[in-house]
């Protein structure tokens, strides 16, 4: 059976909200004026967070500074953010996705996907029923969404890139080579400026030229992004939708950047922070996470974000550090990075029976064979200075129990009490850049 995802995003949401807000009190549409959401008209500060259609064709962009924005359109009308407004506009829409749709996952304030495999009987035409969705949400909350249909996540959120606002489209296989090879590969999932303008120097500019690039020629360039890119140039992508329901199911931390981290170093300081925060409280709730997930805001405000499941169930610092860094490794673009956060998810009670990785098995093995075959003809033990490869790659044990006196301590003399080396400022840096409180 050929999977059916549907991927439904709200029309430039948060101007929408507002418009859908103001319409119903008897006042202009923002949509139909140049508009947008975001800053201080008057101290000409902060930055734009959605736009309309008329303040798009006077070139104002999302992320850009108000004043600028003021520049091209001296007469742009600006609503001040209400998160309160969003966060219920947010719930409405998904509230009506959910009478539709046996699964939904919601994957940032104004979109999600819904998994309509298997609902041919029930709905046997899947534009119909998008439709459906699509004009319920209209006529009982005031603002339009575009639905993508395809058979995987990336599919369906490329179709629902297509024309705006308002519309439905179709991204099937065979449809790939005439709706998607022909656009410029900026136009592709997880390409962002600096990658597309690395394509384009390359000679690559078309989704369809890249996706007819050799796959190793790009990971020479790009690293594990160009296999991700040709993937998704070839409409290779994943076909799971998680249920938000069991997705609630977890914790979390995140932190908006007070600067933008534009490497991997950068993005590694801030990841282990978010580790050490959402270990401690998984520690403290005595659970153990089978699966982990990294969250991706850009600089443009746009989200994305890759999930795994563990090898072993775990609630140790260096478990997280390490699996959410590949996460981010195999997700980013290398854009500038505005918010990152690390979620888990199916969690276990601590006493829960773990199945174990073999891994663990390996490193609890190799760890007790160095011990015992490091030592003299007489059988006496080797100096300390010779078991540094012993210490160096703590089973998971150890690495429990190191977390275990790390609580102890910081519970008894205060969270400060141990700092991470990696956190100390270098003299060449800011001790308090992109470091989550």
């Not at 001296?74 to 539709?100: G, H, M, W």
């Not at 296989?173 to 136009?187: C, G, N, R, T, Y």
């Not at 690039?213 to 690293?223: A, G, I, W």
């Not at 799971?240 to 490497?263: C, P, W």
Request: charged share 25%; glycine share 6%; aromatic share 6%.
């Amino acid at each position: 059976m050929q999977r059916l995802i549907f991927h439904v995003d709200v029309n430039s949401a948060f101007l929408s909200w507002e418009a859908a807000r103001r319409v119903a009190d008897g006042e202009p549409d923002l949509r139909l004026i140049p508009s947008a959401i975001g800053g201080d008209r008057d101290k000409r500060t902060g930055v734009i967070l959605a736009k309309s259609i008329p303040a798009k064709k006077f070139g104002v962009t999302t992320g850009e500074p108000v004043a600028m924005a003021l520049r091209k359109c001296p007469q742009l009308v600006l609503a001040k953010p209400d998160f309160a407004l969003y966060t219920r506009n947010s719930k409405a829409f998904i509230a009506i996705c959910r009478r539709f749709a046996p699964v939904v996952e919601q994957v940032s304030i104004d979109e999600c996907f819904l998994d309509m495999t298997g609902t041919g009987l029930l709905y046997p035409d899947p534009i119909a029923i998008a439709h459906t969705i699509k004009d319920t949400i209209f006529s009982e909350l005031g603002f339009t969404v575009n639905v993508g249909i395809a058979p995987n996540k990336l599919l369906a959120k490329m179709a629902s890139d297509f024309t705006k606002p308002d519309r439905i489209h179709t991204l099937f296989p065979d449809e790939i080579a005439k709706k998607m090879w022909s656009l410029p590969v900026d136009d592709l999932y997880m390409v962002g400026h600096s990658s597309a303008a690395r394509l384009k120097a390359l000679g690559i500019r078309t989704i369809g030229e890249l996706a007819a690039t050799d796959p190793d020629y790009l990971r020479q360039e790009f690293k594990s992004h160009g296999t991700l890119m040709w993937e998704y140039a070839n409409g290779i992508g994943d076909d799971h939708v998680h249920s938000t329901k069991r997705e609630a199911k977890g914790i979390g931390n995140s932190t908006t950047l007070k600067e933008d981290a534009r490497t991997l170093a950068d993005a590694k300081k801030v990841l282990l922070s978010l580790s050490e925060s959402v270990s401690i409280r998984l520690r403290k709730e005595k659970m153990l996470a089978q699966s982990i997930t990294v969250e991706i805001r850009y600089h443009d405000f746009t989200n994305t974000s890759h999930q795994c499941s563990l090898l072993s169930a775990t609630n140790t610092t260096d478990a997280l550090y390490k699996t959410a860094v590949s996460l981010f490794q195999q997700l980013w673009n290398s854009e500038p990075v505005r918010l990152l956060g690390i979620r888990t998810s199916r969690l276990l009670p601590e006493d829960a029976p773990v199945q174990l990785s073999i891994f663990d098995y390996a490193a609890d093995s190799s760890a007790s064979a160095m011990i015992s075959t490091e030592s003299t003809a007489s059988g006496s033990p080797l100096p300390d200075g010779n078991k540094k490869s012993c210490t160096q790659m703590p089973s998971a044990n150890k690495q429990k129990q190191l977390d275990a006196a790390i609580d102890s301590i910081r519970k008894r003399f205060g969270s400060k009490a141990l700092v991470r080396g990696s956190f100390l400022p270098s003299p060449e840096s800011d001790p308090k850049k992109n470091h989550p409180s």
